[in-house]
C-alpha cells in the first residue's frame, strides 16, 4: 500500500490546449479522494495521468515513493474501473481477472485463489463462466471491481464507475464500493461529476473547474466553507442561493439588491465597503413572521418530494427578480402566489468577493 | 475518427504496413506509373527504341474509329448490364421484402450466382445460346428468330449483357432485399394509414429511403460492367464477331498481349485508370454525404 | 406487410419462383448436358433431362483431362484454383489486418502516407495495368507458379478499410484496460483484436476464397506452364480447341465442377457470405 502524490502537475495537450494548470496534493496511504467537477473540468484527465494513459506534460506524479512518470501503466502497480467497464467481450468473467495477472506471470494456482477470494467478495461465484454480454450491468460494474481487486494494487482509479447504472443500483453500488474501499484499505482515487457520490464516498474531495483544483477538503468542512462562488454552487442540491448586495456603511450588515431591508449578519472586516455576493443555500432559509424576515419571496413553483419541499421563487420587491430557492419541511403546505417571510441562518451565511469569486473570510 | 490511445513504439508499425505497402507499390504502384509513362512513348515494333511523344497515343487513340466504337460499345454494354441486373433485382427484391414466409429461402436460391466466376457464367450462356446445339436459340428459331452469335454482332453482345446480369443480380439483389428490410416498418405502416397503397408506398416512401442503397449499387455495377466482364467476353466471343463485343478492357488486353501496341495499350489502360478513379472519388464524395441524410 | 392482399402475395411468389427458375436454368442445362454422351449433343440440340453418362464424364475430365486442353486432369486445375484462392484469401487478411493494427493503433511517420497508398489501390484493378505488372511478374521470375499467382493480388484497399472500420468501433477502454493488466501490442494484438473480430475474419474470408477462385485474367496472363492452369481459365483453353466442335459434355462438367466449391461456400455460409458482402458497402 501506498500514498500517492500530485507535484505541480500540468497537463497540454500537443493542439494547445491546457488541460490540467497545475495541481499539488497528496493523497494518504489508505485514503479515499474523489475528484469531483463539472465535465471538461480535467478531472478525467487528471486520473488517466496516474493511470499512465495520458503523457504528464509538466511535474510529478508519485505512488509510494516512486515518480511514475515515465512507466507504463502496467508497471504503477494500479488497477482502474472504467465508466463502461471495458470486459473483455469474449473472455470469461474468470478470464477477465485473471488476464492481468497472467501477463504477470502470477502462479496458476495463486491466480485461482485470488480469483475466487475476489468472486466471493462481490458475489460473482456463480457466473466466473459466463461471458460479459450474459450479464446485467450490476454483475459487469462487480466484474470490472473484481478485475481490480485481484491485482492487489497500490491505488484503485475510478473513472465516473456507477454513470452507467440506474438510479436504484447507483446507490446500493456506491455504499458496496465504500464498504470495500474500508475492508481493503486502498488508496483510492475517484472521479465523478455527481457531487452526492462525491459527499458520500470521499474522505477527501477534490472540487476541479476548467483545469484547476478550486478547492481540497474533507466533505462537510467543503460544505460549510466553500472557497469559492464555484464550489459553493457546485456542491449541495438543491445549489446555493446567490444573492449580489452592498456592505451597509456600518459594516453590521449587507443590503441586498431587491430586498428593502438589511440582513443583519455582519460580513468580514476583508469586505470592506463595496460590492459583495452573498450566499444561502435553500435549507438554511426559514419561514418566519413578517416582522422577523430577512426577505420575501412569491412562490413560483413548488416540488414536493415527499419529506421536503423545494420551493422556486422570486424576490418579492425584487424589480426583475432575483430567483431564490427554499428547503421547506414536507409538512408545510404552500401554493404559488403565496408570499413567504424568510429568514436567515446567521452562522450559515458565506460571502464572496463579487470580482474574483473567492470566499471572504 | 481517431483513436486516444496509442502505442508508442516505432519499429513495430512500420514492420506492420511494410507486406501492405511493399506488394501495394510492387504489384500497383510501380506498374501503374509504368502504364502511365509508357503511354507517353513510341516504341517500334521490336521494342528497341523508343520516343517520347508526349501526348500523340492519346491523340492517336481518340482518333482511332475502333477505339471510339469501343468506347461507345462498352457505354451501352454496362449501361445495358447495369440497368437490367438493378431492375431485375429490385424488382424480386421488393417482391421477396413482402412475402413474410420464404424470404430466406429465396435469397438463398437467388444469390449463389455470386460466386459463379465470370468467365463460367459467360460460358454457360453461350452454350445455352449455341446456335446448332443450344436450349435457348432452338427455342428462338421455334419463335421464328434465327440467332446466331458467331454472325450476328448484336446477337452476340445480347449473349454477354445476358451473361454479366445474370450474374449480377444476385448481388443486387442481396443489396436491395438488405437495404429494404432496413427499413422501419413503422413508417411503411405510417404510409399505409395515410392512405397510400402498396404501390404508391414503394414509390414515395421505400424507394427514396433506398436511393443511397441503389446509387452505391449502380456504381458497383458500372465497375463491374466496365472491368469484372472481361472473362465473359474472353471465354465466348473473344470480342467478336467483328469486334462487335470488344469492350475496352478486352481491348487494352488484345492490343497488348496479342496486337503488342505497348504505347497505344498504356493509353487506354491510363484511360480506364481515369474511369475507375471518377467512378471512386465519385462514390466517396456520395457517401461522405450520405452520413448527413 | 401491412394489409392483407392475397393475390399480391401469391403474385410475388409467382415472381419470386420465375426468377429462381431463370437463375437456376443455366446449372441444369450444364448439369444435364455433363450427363450425357459426347454424340447425343451432336445430334441437334441439347436435352432436356439427365442422361446415364454422368460418371463417366466425370471421371474422364477430374482423370484424365480435356484433349483440346492439353489433357491437364481437371483434378490438378481444382488443386491449384483451391491452392491459389486460399493463398489470396490467407493472405490479404492476413497483411491487411496487420496494416490496419498499425494505422489504427499506431502513430509513426508516415502513416497518412501508408493510407493513401493504401487507397490507391482501390482504383487500380488488375485489368487497368495489364502489361506492366505482368512485366513487374515475369522480371522477378514468378511466371508459372503460386506466388506470381497470388502475391499480386493480395494487396486490398477492402479488406484493409474493413479492418480499420471495424477496430475504430472497439471502445478505447479495451484497449487501456488491456494496457494497465500488461498486455503490450502483440498481445492485445492476440488476446483481444484477433478473437473480437473473428466473424469479421470468417465473413471476409469467405468472400476473398471466392474471389481468389474466380480469377480469371490473371491466371491466363501468367501461366504459360498447363501444370499451374486453374479451372475457371481452363474452361476457355477447352473452349478453344482446334477442331469444329468443343466436347461440350467434358466442359460442361468441368463448369459444374469449376462452380460447384464457391458455390457450396455461399450457400453453406451464407450468414457470412452476407454479412461480409455488406459489410464492404460502408
Redesign the interface.
Known sequence: MAGLEFIGVRKTYPNGVQAIHGIDMAVADGEFVVIVGPSGCGKSTLLRMV???ETVTEGEIRIGENRVNEL???DRN???V?????????MSVFDNMA??LR??RTPRDEIARRVAEAAGTLQLEGLLDRRPGQLSGGQRQRVAMG?AIVREPEAFLFDEPLSNLDAKLRVQMRLEIKRLQRALGTTSLYVTHDQVEAMTLADRLIVMNAGVAEQVGRPLEIYDAPATLFVAGFIGSPAMNFLPGTVADDGSGANLDGVDRTLLVAPPASAGRGRIMVGIRPEHLEPVSREEAAMEVVVELVEALGADSLVHGLLADGGEGAAVTVRLDGARRVAAGEVLSLAVAPNHVHFFDPDDGKRLA | MEKRVVFSKLGLPILLVAPQIVITLVFFIWPASQALYQSLLLEDAFGLRSQFVWLDNFIALFSDPHYLDSFARTVVFSAATAGLSLGVALFLAAMADRVLKGATAYRTLIVWPYAVAPAVAGVLWFFMFNPSIGVLAYLLKWLGYDWNHYLDGTDAMMLVILAASWKQVSYNFLFFLAGLQAIPRSLVEAAAIDGARPFKRFWTIIFPLLSPTAFFLLVVNIVYAFFDTFGIVHATTSGGPAQSTTILVYKVFSDGFIGLDLGGSAAQSVVLMAVVITLTVFQFRYIERKVAY | MVENRPWLTVFSHVVLCLGVLVTALPIWIAFVASTHPADSMLSGRTPLLPGGHMIENYATVLGSGVRAAGSIPVGTMLWNSFVMALMIAVGKIAISIIAAYAIVYFRFPLRRTCFWVIFITLMLPVEVRILPTFGVVASLGMLNSYWGLSVPLIASATATFLFRQFFLTVPEELAEAARIDGAGPFKFFRDILLPLSRTNIAALFVILFIFGWNQYLWPLLVTTDEGYYTIVMGIQRMLQAEDAEPAWHEIMATSMLAMLPPVLVVVFMQRLFVKGLIEQEK
Open positions: 493511470a499512465g494513459l507504463e501503466p502496467a494500479i488497477a482502474m472504467f465508466q463502461n467497464y471495458a470486459l473483455y467481450p469474449h488476464y492481468g501477463n504477470r478485475r
